[in-house]
């Protein structure tokens, strides 16, 4: 079992940047694929990022490619995301989650944070 908990959400400006953190729980961290997803009011959740279980590996979606930076710490068992250039359509809720094993292109992940609002103010 993996309990997650997402962190350094709010609101910024346009053009601004925010990092979020997602702390996990346990201690087999460095077992698990992470990934973050967003979920905006109306729309279905969209992925934004995930890193293999060493973070030498790394996926984003399209519409992050660029701005957002997502990176791990395996001895804080933290996983963050550095989002730049943040534009009004990044408002969602983002979620952290994480699967048992290696980093796949799917979305079939295990467990997942009760997630965190960004809001950009345009």
């Known amino acids: 079992q993996v309990q997650l908990v997402e962190s350094g959400g709010g609101l910024v400006q346009a053009g601004g940047s925010l990092r979020l953190s997602c702390a996990a729980s346990?201690?087999?961290?460095?077992?698990?694929?992470m990934g973050w997803f967003r979920q905006a009011p109306g729309l279905e959740r969209e992925f934004v990022a995930a890193?293999?279980?060493?973070?030498?590996?790394?996926y984003y979606g399209e519409s992050v490619k660029g701005r957002f930076t997502i990176s791990r710490d395996n001895a804080e068992n933290t996983v963050y995301l550095q989002m730049n250039s943040l534009k009004s359509e990044d408002t969602a809720v983002y979620y952290c989650?994480?699967?048992?094993?290696?980093?796949?292109?799917?979305?079939?992940?295990?467990?997942w944070g009760q997630g965190t609002q960004v809001t950009v103010s345009s």
């Open positions: 989650a994480a699967r048992f094993g290696p980093i796949q292109r799917d979305n079939a992940y295990d467990y």
């Open positions: 346990g201690r087999t961290f460095s077992s698990y694929t």
């Open positions: 890193i293999s279980r060493s973070g030498g590996i790394t």
